[in-house]
C-alpha cells in the first residue's frame, strides 16, 4: 500500500538522507538532503553506501535500481567547527525564541551592548530579540532596562547548532530516514 503512494509521489519529492562515514546525518538544520539525481550520482561514483530505499524504483533503458532515500558517505567529513556568524545561525543558537520574553514572533536582534555604547555585531553582543523586546530595551544597558535576558550570548559550537537543529525539523520526514535522525536525543531525554 505504501509502495502504491510512494509510486504515485513525484521523484523530486523523494530526496536521500546524506549521513556521514559515522551515520550521523552530515547536517541537521539544514537536514542534508540531495536530490535524488544526485544520489544516484555519488552511487555511480562510488563515493557513498546505500543505507537505505524507498519503495520505488527508478528505471531507464540501461538501468533498474531502487531509489535511494538514506545513504551514507564513504568517506568522513570533519564538521566544520566554527559556525558561520549569520542571521540563521545566531535564531538557531536561541532557539528561534526572544531571549527577553521568550517570545516566538517578529523576531530580530538585539545589541546587549548598544551599538550607541560601542557593542559590536558578533556571537557574544547579539541575541535573538523579538521586535517589542527590541523597542522596550532601545539603547538602554541590560541593567537599566528592567528586563532579564534569557541567556548571555556566546559562540556555539557545530555540535551546539546541530542540537537545537534537532527541535526544529523539516516538516516532511520519510520513515526510513527516522533511525539516524532521533536516536541520540531520545538518550538525551
Ligand atoms: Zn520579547
Redesign the pocket.
Known amino acids: 500500500m505504501n509502495g502504491f503512494i510512494e509510486q504515485k509521489v513525484s521523484l523530486e519529492k523523494c530526496p536521500a538522507l546524506v549521513l556521514n562515514a559515522d551515520y550521523r546525518p552530515l547536517s541537521y538544520y539544514p537536514l542534508s538532503l540531495w536530490s535524488w539525481q544526485d544520489a544516484i550520482k555519488s552511487v555511480f561514483l562510488d563515493r557513498v553506501i546505500i543505507v537505505s530505499n524507498y519503495d520505488r524504483e527508478i528505471r531507464s533503458p540501461s538501468l533498474k535500481m531502487p531509489l535511494p532515500s538514506v545513504i551514507a558517505l564513504k568517506n568522513y567529513i570533519v564538521p566544520v567547527t566554527k559556525p558561520s556568524f549569520t542571521r540563521f545561525n545566531v535564531f538557531l543558537r536561541d532557539k528561534f525564541s526572544?531571549q527577553?520574553?521568550?517570545?516566538n514572533e517578529e523576531l530580530t536582534f538585539d545589541h546587549l551592548l548598544p551599538r550607541s555604547k560601542g557593542g559590536e555585531t558578533n556571537w557574544s553582543n547579539v541575541v535573538t530579540?523579538?521586535s517589542?523586546?527590541?523597542v522596550k530595551k532601545g539603547g538602554k544597558l541590560l541593567k537599566f532596562s528592567g528586563m532579564q535576558l534569557n541567556q548571555y550570548p556566546y559562540r556555539p559550537s557545530t555540535e551546539d547548532l546541530h542540537r537545537n537543529g534537532k527541535h526544529f525539523p523539516p516538516n516532511y520526514l520519510h520513515k526510513s530516514w527516522m533511525d539516524y535522525l532521533y536516536w541520540d536525543v531520545e538518550l538525551e531525554s
Do not use: F, H, K, L
Not at 527577553?100 to 517570545?103: D, E, K, L, R, V
Open positions: 526572544c527577553y520574553c521568550g517570545g530579540a523579538c517589542a523586546c527590541n
